[in-house]
């Protein structure tokens, strides 16, 4: 069972990252020791000299333009009991892998395959935004749901992989905002060294009081790498699709009745991507399924009908590890482990911004 932990307010955000890394310590270590892209990639990159400026650059960017959540982060180590520069390579694990030469990839602990798939849709009868949580074998029993609460009144649900920030997955906060994510692929000479992390940018998505203020935090953010943002507005009946590319590069698309499906490939923004079959199948087999209800959008999410590629995924490289169904009618975000055509939900949310709580 996905473990909640309630934490906060706290005198600052280094004690709250604190207070995550004691609750999660053995969660933490063991995802560091079997993580084969931080043990097998990241941390012989790391002693090389090349390794020593893109590292510096990253740590001082983040560090300078989000200096809470850098402190969270160091707070997340010290509780845990980890070296710095490990929570420092996980976390800025897509910003780092592209400078890795070949030689140093190996492919049984491809960092690069790490996907999801999103289901959305906007109509008359229903405002949906389903997601499959999917990741390398490495996070699979490592992960949890943090429920923050700032001095400021905020607060945030967030599901967190283990020694993370919150959150490169899914989350919403007590504004009625809340945000699915897709990594999406640039190729290697669209990657800016240095730029501001993913997982940056999304902590900073769950202080957001409404999706223009989450545009813009996401528009001002010079990121290093792309990224496929769903935000979701629920006093504002609101989905949007963001792509966005280094460079400030920025395209958004307004989610309707037509029922959208997005895997990990840029659909509007144009950039040049690297082309992913995993991804160019997973949207051809969902392009043939049906989208006319909410067990329909689940339905899609637990497919595997294409047995190399499913959109549901079993390993042995890749696990969906949840699904999250975010409703903006009835105001609630569900979490279902397993397949989500049986749809057993192991935690209800209720995503109201006037009441945020655990229902399940």
């Not at 490495?138 to 649900?157: C, E, Q």
């Not at 989450?214 to 943002?229: D, K, N, P, T």
């Not at 899609?300 to 042995?316: K, Q």
Request: net charge negative; proline share 3%.
């Amino acid at each position: 069972m996905l473990e909640v932990f309630e934490v906060g307010p706290c005198r600052d955000a280094h004690q709250m990252g604190l207070l995550v890394g004691q609750r999660f310590a053995d969660r933490i270590r063991s995802r560091l020791a079997t993580d084969l892209i931080l043990q097998r990639q990241l941390l012989p990159f790391a002693q090389t000299p090349e390794s020593q400026s893109i590292i510096k650059t990253l740590s001082q960017t983040n560090k300078r333009k989000f200096p809470r959540y850098w402190d969270e982060l160091l707070g997340t180590a010290e509780g845990s009991g980890v070296p710095v520069l490990d929570i420092i390579l996980i976390n800025f694990r897509k910003e780092i892998l592209p400078f890795l030469s070949k030689a140093e990839t190996d492919s049984t602990a491809d960092g690069t395959s790490e996907d999801c798939s999103d289901v959305l849709v906007v109509s008359d009868s229903m405002a949906i935004a389903a997601h499959n949580e999917d990741a390398n074998v490495a996070i699979v029993g490592h992960t949890y749901l943090i429920r923050g609460s700032l001095s400021n009144g905020l607060s945030f649900t967030a599901y967190t992989y283990a020694g993370e920030l919150p959150s490169c997955a899914f989350g919403f906060n007590n504004h009625g905002l809340a945000f699915t994510l897709n990594s999406v692929p640039l190729s290697e000479d669209e990657i800016v060294a240095g730029g501001i992390g993913r997982n940056f940018i999304s902590r900073d998505l769950l202080e957001a009081i409404n999706i223009d203020d989450a545009l813009r935090r996401i528009r001002s953010a010079e990121a290093s790498v792309g990224h496929s943002y769903n935000l979701i507005d629920i006093k504002a009946r609101r989905i949007l699709n963001v792509e966005t590319a280094s460079r400030n590069r920025v395209s958004v698309q307004e989610i309707g009745a037509t029922p959208f499906f997005h895997a990990n490939m840029y659909l509007h923004l144009q950039v040049q991507q690297v082309q992913d079959q995993n991804s160019i199948r997973r949207q051809k087999r969902a392009a043939q399924l049906q989208k006319q209800s909410k067990d329909d959008l689940l339905s899609l999410l637990g497919d595997s009908e294409d047995a190399e590629y499913p959109i549901y995924m079993t390993g042995p490289t890749l696990y969906t590890l949840c699904t999250a169904v975010l409703d903006l009618d009835k105001q609630a975000l569900s979490i279902i482990e397993g397949n989500p055509k049986k749809g057993e939900i192991s935690h209800i949310f209720s995503m109201s911004f006037k009441e945020s709580k655990m229902l399940q």
